[in-house]
């Protein structure tokens, strides 16, 4: 069974990238079928799906998130890591991050294979 594990600063200042990375241990990022991704949970709210990422490398966003053109996932298969990066950050950003593993992709899709998740708190 896969195991996620996200690293990334607890603390970022408002206009600031947000960059957190994901290591995936006991399977691989490009074993096909699987997804890589980000979901996230703010205060007082329900989770949010980001984006997420293929074996193949394709990319997927939400399109209903505000932070949509400020986002971006990438990986490095060498490392057997992705990454997700969220530009010019404001404190509607702060939340409970988590990286996943999924079989489909999508608002509606099944995100409850995740890691433990870190929380990333946007402030001066």
């Known amino acids: 069974q896969a195991q996620l594990q996200e690293s990334g600063p607890g603390l970022v200042k408002p206009s600031q990238t947000l960059s957190l990375t994901c290591t995936v241990s006991g399977g691989s990022i490009t074993t096909n079928g699987y997804y890589w991704g980000w979901i996230r949970q703010p205060p007082g709210k329900g989770f949010q799906w980001m984006g997420s990422?293929?074996?193949?490398?394709?990319?997927?966003?939400n399109p209903f998130l505000k932070n949509r053109p400020r986002t971006s996932i990438s990986r490095d298969t060498s490392k057997n890591q992705f990454t997700l990066q969220v530009r010019s950050v404001t404190p509607e950003d702060t939340a409970v991050y988590y990286c996943?593993?999924?079989?489909?992709?999508?608002?509606?899709?099944?995100?409850?294979?995740r890691g433990r998740g870190t929380q990333v708190t946007v402030s001066s």
């Open positions: 990422m293929n074996w193949r490398g394709d990319t997927y966003y």
């Open positions: 996943t593993m999924s079989r489909a992709v999508g608002v509606d899709a099944d995100y409850n294979y």
